[in-house]
Structures are given as structure tokens and as C-alpha cells.
């Protein structure tokens, strides 16, 4: 029996300074869930605006049951607002996308209906850089540097992913609430998939058209979204700066020590100069960086075990927690109450 309380979809938008884009886009939105005959819900969580965000959007949802606001001040970032609408979202498949809609609300209707043919998934990413995806008037050097991080923190995660930084997913319920998630900022994204797959969720790829942002001003800061970025793919995969620095270490100090070999063959070799010091620096500092690099990959291993521990533990108190419920639903069946007063 499917209970009345029960939300199929639940589709999370973070907001903040979107007046202009309100209205068209809970009406979009709605439009599309309808079509989907489930029951829906979106949550919008207001970060901090301080324009008229809210006020659309609380008229908005005296109009239609549906919409949930959820509001806080000051602005903290995308990643608090997701964490927030993560945690008040109630539906079985739980979607994000940007408030502009960059990304047509049709897709979420075809990620909704992916989840549901591919019931080994977990969640689907929509994607603009494989095959049948595209981008439709986004600037050129933006898009450039978007292909280019994407692709350097694809390499950096496993799963051989083309896109992992876009807002635009869809989860099952179990799979986003078992991650104990922190980031406040964008880099909540690479966050998210790191861990999800950490902890052995699968993802799969569906194409998207990204398109540019017609109405308000974007919140997209180049500076600090590719220095927390570039910071994260470290972490994620350490070897890749502690290998590239020990290798050049190693490198320069292998052709130091030819020139040493080349200086003294023709005779021309001055003991009193420090570049042999040097050579050996050069190459002792360089096994030093890349045993950092393999300590570092052995410590990123010991953190997805940890997560993988952390899932368990989040499926268990799941269980437990709904355990109740199912007993409902079975005395609702039999007629027969499970606990009888003696």
C-alpha cells in the first residue's frame, strides 16, 4: 500500500539574488513534474538573498502545495544551500538544478526516468561534454576552462566521469543521505561524487544542453571556484602534484649528475664548486616528495574505507529508523496489531 505522506520526486534549488528568474522557473518546473504523474515537491532554499526571492517565492507557493521554501541569511554559498535542501527533501529520487534553468527542466524528467530503467545506478549526472550533449551560447573562454577543470578533476576521480563539477543530478534518496557532506561553496559537486563513489554507488552520464544565463547576474567567481577546484583534485589524488614535483626533482638531478660525468671526462671538473651538493639534494628531495605521494595515496584509500564504514552505518540507522513504519504498513494489511497489550 503506498502511504499518502509518500514524495516520489523531490527537486532542490538553491537560490540567491534570483528575483528575475522566480516565477518562470517554479512555473517550468512544476509544468514538467506534472507530466511525470508522481508526487513532487520543490524545495527551494533561499541563501541569504536580499532582494525580493523570497517574497516571489512565498507567493508563488501559496498558488501551488508543492513548492517548499527554506530560507536563511546571511548568503553562505551553494554548498550550504544544497546540504540544507538535502536534508529537508523527502522524496525517493531527489534532484538539483540551477535556478536560471542553464539546463532545461526536461531533463530532470529524463533523469528521473533513467534511475528508474537503471535500477543498478545511483545517480545520473547531466552532462554537456559526451556524445548528444552540447552547450548553446555560453562564452567561449568560459566553456574552454569548464572542458578543461572538468576534465583534469575527471582524471583525478574514478569512474572516467566528463563532467563533475555541474549542478544539474539526480540521486536516490539512500545514496545522498548516507554522505556526511561539508562544503559550503560549489566544490560541494566534486565532493558529493567523490564520496558517492567512494562508498561504491554507481553513476551514469545522460547528455544536457547547457545554455547561457538569460536573466540575473551569475554567481560564478572564477578565481576561487578553480583554486578550490585545483586544491580538491590534490586531495582527491596527492600523487598527481607530489609526483610531478619528485619527478622534475629527479630529473633535474639525473641531468646534473651527466654534466658532472661531462665536465669530468674533459677534464674541466672543479671540486670546489657545490653542484654535486646540489645533485644530491636534488635527488634525495626528489624520493622524499614522491614517498609524501604514496603516503598521501595510502592515507585517501584509509578516508574511502572510512566512508564505506560510514554508509553502512547510514543504512543501518535508516532501518532502524523506518522500522516503525513498516510495522504499520503490516498491521494496516493483516488487520492485526504486531504488539498486544497483555
Keep these: ?89 523527502q522524496g525517493k529520487i531527489i534532484c538539483t538544478t540551477d535556478a536560471d534553468l542553464s539546463y532545461d527542466e526536461r531533463h530532470i524528467v529524463r533523469m528521473i526516468r533513467l534511475l528508474e530503467q537503471n535500477q543498478d545506478m545511483d545517480l545520473v549526472i547531466g552532462s554537456p561534454y559526451i556524445e548528444g550533449g552540447k552547450a548553446e551560447g555560453v562564452p567561449f573562454l568560459r566553456l574552454l576552462v569548464s572542458r578543461l577543470g572538468n576534465k583534469i578533476l575527471g582524471f583525478a576521480m574514478k569512474g572516467k566521469l566528463t563532467t563533475v563539477t555541474g549542478v544539474l543530478r539526480a540521486y536516490r534518496r539512500e545514496c545522498i543521505r548516507s554522505l556526511e557532506l561539508e562544503s559550503d561553496g560549489k566544490e560541494i559537486h566534486l565532493e558529493i561524487l ?37 586544491i580538491f583534485s590534490f586531495f582527491e589524488k596527492p600523487i598527481i602534484l607530489f609526483g610531478l614535483v619528485g619527478l622534475f626533482m629527479l630529473f633535474l638531478g639525473f641531468w646534473g649528475g651527466v654534466y658532472v660525468i661531462y665536465l669530468w671526462q674533459k677534464g674541466t671538473l672543479n671540486p670546489n664548486r657545490p653542484l654535486m651538493t646540489l645533485i644530491v639534494l636534488l635527488v634525495i628531495s626528489g624520493i622524499q616528495v614522491l614517498l609524501f605521494g604514496f603516503l598521501g595515496t595510502q592515507l585517501v584509500h584509509l578516508r574511502k574505507e572510512i566512508y564505506k564504514i560510514q554508509r553502512e552505518n547510514k543504512n543501518l540507522e535508516e532501518k532502524i529508523n523506518n522500522l516503525p513504519a513498516k510495522i504499520e504498513v503490516e498491521e494496516e494489511k493483516t488487520g492485526v496489531s504486531a504488539f498486544r497489550a497483555r
Aim: net charge positive.
Design 1 to 89: 500500500m503506498k502511504r499518502e505522506s509518500e514524495i516520489d520526486v523531490s527537486v532542490i534549488v538553491p537560490m540567491f539574488n534570483e528575483e528575475e528568474n522566480v516565477t518562470m522557473t517554479l512555473e517550468r518546473l512544476s509544468s514538467a513534474l506534472d507530466s511525470t504523474n508522481k508526487k513532487w515537491e520543490i524545495v527551494i532554499v533561499d541563501d541569504g538573498s536580499t532582494d525580493n526571492t523570497k517574497k516571489l517565492v512565498e507567493d508563488y507557493s501559496h498558488l501551488n502545495g508543492g513548492i517548499k521554501l527554506f530560507s536563511y541569511a546571511p548568503n553562505q554559498g551553494r554548498g550550504k544551500a544544497l546540504r540544507v535542501g538535502f536534508q529537508r527533501a
Design 194 to 230: 567523490s564520496k558517492a563513489l567512494s562508498m561504491g554507488y554507481k553513476a551514469m552520464e545522460m547528455p544536457a544542453t547547457l545554455k547561457a544565463r538569460k536573466k540575473g547576474k551569475s554567481k560564478f567567481k572564477f578565481k576561487a571556484t578553480a583554486l578550490s577546484h585545483i
